[in-house]
């Protein structure tokens, strides 16, 4: 069975760093585009990032030059790098196939003094 599990959530202050992760089972995660989705309290889904089959990325401006997305294909793993977060950062993180076929069960950042 294919699924996704996010980690690395948490709490942090603004203008910290979070790492996270999204480890894949049961399907290559490289042969796929991924993208990293978040949900804000209150709000819709809202796209965040793109890593395509060929490892091209995309960013939603309001994280350009802010967040990386990589992934490690030995460890079948999709990553975001978090910089400089801001309070308005704070949401359930998503990582799933750009079609949303798939999708993990999220994990937490909260971005707070």
């Known amino acids: 069975e294919a699924q996704m599990v996010e980690s690395g959530g948490g709490l942090v202050q603004p203008g910290g760093s979070l790492r996270l992760s999204c480890a894949a089972s049961?399907?290559?995660?490289?042969?796929?585009?991924m993208k990293w989705v978040r949900q804000a309290p209150g709000k819709g889904l809202e796209w965040v990032s793109t890593?395509?089959?060929?490892?091209?990325?995309y960013y939603a401006d309001f994280v350009k030059g802010r967040f990386t997305i990589s992934r490690d294909n030995a460890k079948n793993t999709l990553y975001l790098q978090m910089n400089s977060l801001k309070t308005e950062d704070t949401a359930v993180y998503y990582c799933?196939?750009?079609?949303?076929?798939?999708r993990g069960q999220g994990t937490q950042v909260t971005v707070s003094s």
């Open positions: 049961g399907f290559i995660l490289s042969i796929y585009d």
């Open positions: 890593i395509n089959s060929g490892g091209s990325t």
């Open positions: 799933a196939t750009q079609s949303e076929r798939l």
